[in-house]
């Protein structure tokens, strides 16, 4: 019954509430879609690359040059939006319709490499694709979190629209894990590019309503405008931001397991499809989770459930990694008690950011939410083009000896009758779960540094909002947070 419940208050009125149930629900719908598509580079891409016959090494190199350009465009875009005034007078939405269109193109065009040409073509052909798709994905993301400042001033309200949207997320990556491992898996033997297509027409179709129902209600009286210098003097002044985005960093970067889940499961666990099972087995403690989240932060602070979550998560991958992928039982066993922790941290990667955008303000009385989600969708891209970039690297070394065939689906892979070594595939395994553990690790020990309490926030968010004064927002704090009156 407490289940039930849960799911009948995601569409419920509340009248303590700025949000109308449609409004959350295109708002989750949006994150169905964008995150399919996500999904397709975070799993799907690395694999790809592989089939394409490209040196590991080689696309690791692109994925990493491409980055210079995405610090480049992020920092811009950060700029961009906190300046530009559209005549409609909204400040998200606009970014948002654009992205809506650019994206699902901008992503078919990725996967559309011609299979026949040299490796040069292959390599310039990604790189000018993933240019223009991560330019297109700058412009949704920092709107589309953005914009839930705009639409609510309720930090309960806030975080539990981003716990139930997590519930989207999943339901968005499950579609995209499903239907590309069953079709270019080695029963069926699809090519990326139809798949593509595919996943990008429904990704397009769940996102389009945000574009119409969202409702910016909220906006900053004065807003300042930013060059990049002023940028960086910002950023260096948002304690929080910088503490929190140094531990994404190192949890993200080192999360390169993702990218290999097919190829694990293909080679370790002998079936392409072997990673629905275990996916769909550790998605139902996860949705649980998704439901559950609002009521556990809020009796406890996000932070501190985070810590608990991620050292546990910690702990399970590493004895996971010893234990090894001989015994599948036992493999699926500590995989499902994993995924409770790890759904726990996943649900809180963005709850954050809104917070440290509100410290920003109430700190140096400068409106600068472009330049803090801006924050967050460089590292998010940054992040995931290292872990990807990161595991080709460790697999296309010499001493790896990994053996590259060009491809164009699992099946194809079958019948080619290529094998790896033991030392190759012991090698894909400690890439899938150890080194993983080891960011989660790094990022425990910089964010034992985050000390932002979500009560505060609340009362930062009343005085940004008008609701009381700066001296008595500092008067009913737990702490100064070195904040001059």
């Known amino acids: 019954m407490e289940i039930v419940s849960k799911v009948k208050s995601i569409f419920a009125n509340r009248e303590d509430w700025s949000t109308e149930p449609v409004e959350r629900l295109s708002y989750y719908s949006y994150f169905a879609g964008q995150n399919m598509i996500y999904t397709l580079f975070n799993v799907c891409l690395t694999t790809y690359l592989l089939f394409l016959g490209i040196n590991p090494i080689h696309s690791a190199a692109v994925m990493l040059i491409v980055k210079i350009w995405d610090a480049v465009n992020d920092t811009l875009f950060g700029v961009i939006f906190d300046s530009i005034k559209f005549k409609s007078g909204k400040k998200y939405l606009p970014w948002i319709r654009v992205s809506t269109i650019l994206i699902p193109l901008a992503t078919i065009l990725t996967f559309v490499i011609p299979s026949d040409s040299q490796e040069i073509v292959k390599l310039v052909w990604f790189a000018i694709a993933y240019i223009l798709w991560d330019t297109a994905y700058t412009l949704c993301d920092v709107p589309i979190f953005g914009i839930l400042t705009s639409m609510s001033q309720s930090i309960d309200e806030r975080n539990t629209i981003q716990s139930y949207k997590s519930i989207a997320t999943y339901a968005g ?87 290999f889940t097919l190829y694990v499961s293909y080679y370790l666990f002998h079936s392409a499809l072997f990673s629905l099972v275990v996916g769909a087995i550790g998605t139902v403690p996860q949705l649980l989770i998704a439901l559950l989240l609002p009521k556990l932060i809020r009796r406890f602070d996000k932070m501190k459930v985070n810590q608990v979550c991620l050292l546990l998560y910690v702990i399970l991958s590493v004895i996971t990694w010893a234990v090894g992928y001989g015994n599948v039982v036992v493999y699926i066993i500590l995989f499902t008690v994993r995924s409770v922790p790890l759904a726990v941290v996943a649900l809180e990667m963005f709850m954050f950011t809104p917070d440290c955008a509100e410290y920003g303000r109430f700190k140096s009385g400068t409106e600068a939410k472009g330049i803090t989600f801006a924050v967050q969708t460089f590292m998010a891209k940054l992040t995931g083009s290292i872990s990807g970039a990161l595991g080709l690297f460790v697999l296309g070394l010499d001493s790896v000896g990994w053996q590259v065939v060009e491809v164009s689906s699992f099946q194809e892979l079958e019948q080619s009758g290529i094998t790896q070594t033991p030392h190759a595939l012991n090698m894909l395994w400690l890439i899938f779960m150890l080194i993983p553990a080891i960011g989660g690790l790094l990022a425990y020990i910089v964010w034992s540094f985050y000390d932002l309490k979500d009560k505060d926030v609340q009362i930062m968010i009343d005085c940004n909002t008008g609701k009381i004064s700066r001296e008595q927002a500092l008067s009913m704090m737990s702490k ?4 001059k009156k």
């Not at 100064?480 to 904040?483: E, P």
């Open 480 to 483: 100064t947070y070195d904040i």
């Open 173 to 259: 990556v499950g579609i995209t894990s499903t239907l590309s491992t069953v079709l270019i898996s080695e029963k069926v033997g699809m090519n990326y590019g139809m798949i593509t297509l595919i996943i990008c027409v429904m990704a397009f179709a769940l996102m389009l309503p945000a574009s119409f129902k969202l409702k910016e209600r909220y906006h900053a009286e004065s807003e300042e405008t930013f060059t990049i210098r002023r940028m960086f003097s910002y950023l260096f002044k948002n304690k929080y931001l910088l503490i929190y985005y140094v531990g994404i960093f190192f949890y993200s970067s080192l999360n390169i397991g993702n990218a």
